[in-house]
């Protein structure tokens, strides 16, 4: 039977069940090999380097207990406010889009060309070690999770090389056939260095606050205003490919095989456009160069501030990827985003059972006679020892020296930190990057990419420009949440969404 048919008191009995079953089952079996084998000391040390035995088959699949953990930290489709671990406020106030989950009818798809086989890889022989896996490994896990969470189709598709152009290619067709052969109503496209910020915030969500119309076609997010960027006939700043939503419609599909077919178009409808097949950036280009351009229709491109859905902090442009993160370059940093995304939801879960549950927790020992106190008569006995005995008043100093001491130090950090703008939880840029070298700024899959080299050179040069900020969203104030609906949404629609110049007006 479902977990999720339950109510939450009911589900949350079972899930404590399971975690206690899970943990006298690691117990059991740890004790009977012990019994079984009578292993002395020297053989048993060595037992404990023995790699990790094969999953046991769990109770619950993951899917199940991943659904039951999140789904009372889940934010409401419909929510006006959605306030993010950092705390940054997100306001929908646009008439909800969307009210109902869209389930297996949104699809999650990495598109990708490599293998993926490596030994810390998603497709590898091994189950992933998460101290080792590689940033496409953290990405995909980011989508699955997400998927799982809230009950999206999630795939991962495997293109083939394209003889005559590079690989960023394939995504387009494989992305139009998701809509017709896997039957997705709606298909996000995702890079593997890109992730769900916020695994507790459902896409529709997103879809309302992006203002994606049940006739919006396809949907990006606009790239950092940076020269690379400019699309070379216009002058318009890119739409980033590294995430696309794209909706099962006849005007979609239109779209995507004109986008697929651009270079092969090059003498008639789209003049030059083969001078993309192999050149970054590539069908990104070709993109913002023609095909936006073409298909300038209200419904056919949508654009999403690149703040909110492309870059990183501390990605040296306006980008902060707040609600979904593009790490184009320090891709190491993707695996911490995706711990810190679990642990977000999950700590909250734990510190409510730990708080719950306070009364069997809490021993407060203040010295011999504390133990097994309860918490009130201790504080009865603290208070009497505070006015009857004088080395108290000692303590207290010691005690204020050493707090004025860390309070030193704390400012000191303080003012390190104050050279930022915004709160950075990631390293910041300027540190070595573990994993993977910096990369070319707006795509993945360096390995396929001829002009690497090229790409440092440009990407170094746009690092020493002066980056024009782009209209940010300025996001509601806390205390804004009071103030009648109409009001907040005068206050925000213009600035939410980012000019779109190839928009007939
Ligand atoms: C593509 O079109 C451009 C300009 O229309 C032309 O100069 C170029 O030779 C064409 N390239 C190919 C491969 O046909
Ligand atoms: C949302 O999209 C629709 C359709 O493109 C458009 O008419 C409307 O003005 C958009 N709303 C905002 C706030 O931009």
Not at 99 to 107: D, I, N, Q, V, Y
């Amino acid at each position: 039977m479902s977990l999720l048919s339950y109510n939450p008191a009911s589900r949350w009995l079972q899930i404590s069940v399971v975690a206690v079953v899970v943990t006298i089952l690691i117990f059991n079996t740890a004790y009977y090999s012990h019994q079984r084998n009578l292993t002395p000391p020297i053989v048993e040390a060595a037992i404990n380097q023995v790699p990790a035995p094969e999953l046991q088959k769990p109770e619950l699949n993951i899917a199940e207990i991943l659904q039951a953990l999140y789904t009372p930290l889940k934010v409401p489709i419909d929510a006006q406010y959605f306030t993010d671990p950092e705390g940054r406020i997100f306001d929908n106030t646009l008439r909800p889009i969307w009210t109902e989950s869209l389930g297996k009818k949104l699809c999650i798809v990495d598109i990708d060309t490599r293998a993926l086989d490596g030994s810390e890889q998603v497709m590898g022989p091994n189950l992933l070690d998460w101290n080792h896996v590689d940033y496409s490994g953290a990405g995909m896990m980011n989508h699955y999770v997400y998927s799982l969470i809230h009950g999206y189709s999630y795939h991962f598709i495997r293109t083939t090389p394209l003889e005559d152009r590079s690989a960023y290619w394939t995504k387009i067709e494989a992305l139009s056939n998701t809509l017709e052969e896997h039957k997705c109503h709606m298909t996000i496209s995702i890079d593997a260095d890109a992730t769900f910020m916020n695994l507790n915030l459902p896409f529709e969500w997103l879809l309302n606050r992006w203002n994606v119309t049940k006739s919006t076609s396809l949907t990006m997010a606009v790239d950092p205003n940076e020269p690379q960027n400019l699309d070379a006939a216009h002058g318009g700043i890119n739409l980033n490919c590294g995430f696309v939503i794209a909706q099962n419609l006849p005007r979609t599909k239109e779209i995507l095989d004109a986008w697929h077919h651009c270079p092969d178009l090059n003498a008639t409808r789209y003049p030059g456009c083969a001078r993309w097949k192999k050149t970054w950036p590539a069908e990104q280009a070709a993109f913002g160069e023609y095909i936006r351009y073409d298909f300038d229709g209200p419904e056919d491109i949508h654009s999403i501030p690149c703040d909110e859905a492309n870059g990183f902090p501390g990605s040296g442009s306006a980008c902060s990827g707040s609600l979904v993160r593009h790490h184009w370059s320090n891709k190491g940093l993707v695996r911490g985003m995706m711990s810190d995304a679990v642990m977000y939801g999950t700590i909250k879960r734990v510190h409510r059972n730990f708080r719950e549950g306070i009364d069997d927790i809490l021993i407060v020992d203040s010295g011999e006679d504390g133990y097994g106190m309860l918490p009130e008569q201790i504080e009865e006995v603290d208070g009497e020892e505070k006015t009857t005995e004088p080395e108290v008043e000692k303590e207290k100093e010691v005690v204020e020296e050493s707090t004025e001491e860390s309070q030193q130090e704390e400012s000191k950090e303080e003012s390190k930190e104050e050279g930022k703008d915004e709160p950075v939880h990631d390293e910041p840029k300027e540190e070595p990057v573990h994993d993977e070298p910096i990369e070319a700024p707006v795509h993945h899959e360096p390995e396929e990419e001829p002009a690497v080299e090229e790409q440092k050179e440009e990407e170094e040069a746009a690092d020493k420009l002066e980056i024009k900020q782009l209209e940010i969203v300025k996001l509601a104030e806390p205390e804004e949440k009071e103030e009648p609906k109409e009001e907040v949404k005068k206050a925000k629609e213009p600035t939410l969404f980012p000019p779109e110049p190839w928009k007939k007006a």
